[in-house]
């Protein structure tokens, strides 16, 4: 069993940063496409971005330019740097691992999820 453990959630003012973590547990995680999404109070959850076990990332226009997810396989963490962070990004984030599927966007392709970290920015 794998346990996700997101953290670095806070209330940050727009144009401001943040950076999250995505701790596992249980497994080694190398291998696999780690993804997070945020779902917004009212709305249904979204792909933030990826990266794969080889370490290519995907992300979707909304963020792209703006968030960088990296991976440090020696502490089995993932991150997920948000930069110039606008109000319209204020939302529980989750991380989530997908163990063999390529499709890295699909919500109901990924096998482990954390609980969320609830990331507010102010305008």
């Known amino acids: 069993q794998v346990q996700l453990v997101e953290s670095g959630g806070g209330l940050v003012q727009a144009g401001g940063s943040l950076r999250l973590s995505c701790a596992a547990s249980g497994r080694t995680l190398s291998s696999y496409t780690m993804g997070w999404f945020r779902q917004a109070a009212g709305k249904e959850r979204e792909f933030v971005g990826a990266?794969?076990?080889?370490?290519?990332?995907y992300y979707p226009d909304s963020v792209k330019g703006r968030f960088t997810i990296s991976r440090d396989n020696a502490k089995n963490t993932v991150y997920l740097q948000m930069n110039s962070l606008k109000p319209e990004d204020t939302a529980v984030y989750y991380c989530?691992?997908?163990?063999?599927?390529?499709?890295?966007?699909?919500?109901?392709?990924?096998?482990?999820w954390g609980q969320g970290t609830q990331v507010t920015v102010s305008s």
């Open positions: 990266i794969s076990g080889s370490g290519d990332t």
């Open positions: 989530a691992a997908n163990v063999d599927s390529t499709w890295y966007s699909i919500i109901e392709e990924y096998d482990y």
